[in-house]
Nanobody, 117 residues
Framework: QIQLVESGGALVQAGGSLRLLCAVS????????VGWYRQDPGKQRVLVAS???????NYEDSVKGRFTISRDNAKNAAYLQMNSLKAEDTATYYC???????????WGRGTQVAVSS
């Protein structure tokens, strides 16, 4: 059974930092695309950052230069380092793993990030 568990969300002041963890079990992350998404209540889930199986990264424009996605194959986990947080970064953050050939995706249940201004 494939499971993704996010953690690390918290209430933080604007300008602060958080590091989100996505712990994966039941499959390996080393050959998968991993993405971090965020969602506000009543809005669509949007991609924040992704890392390909080859290590290429992609970021949504509003987080470029502030967020960093990474993957630890030994720990079978992915991270999202978030610096210089802004009030508009407040959302529930979800981890996503996508299989390379089938395109099948798996999601975690999310972790909440709240940034006070």
């Amino acid at each position: 059974q494939i499971q993704l568990v996010e953690s690390g969300g918290a209430l933080v002041q604007a300008g602060g930092s958080l590091r989100l963890l996505c712990a994966v079990s039941g499959t390996t992350v080393s050959n998968k695309r991993v993405g971090w998404y965020r969602q506000d209540p009543g809005k669509q889930r949007v991609l924040v950052a992704s890392i390909s199986s080859g290590g290429s990264t992609n970021y949504e424009d509003s987080v470029k230069g502030r967020f960093t996605i990474s993957r630890d194959n030994a720990k079978n986990a992915a991270y999202l380092q978030m610096n210089s947080l802004k009030a508009e970064d407040t959302a529930t953050y979800y981890c996503n793993v996508q299989f390379p050939f089938s395109g099948q995706q798996y999601w975690g249940r999310g972790t909440q990030v709240a940034v006070s201004s």
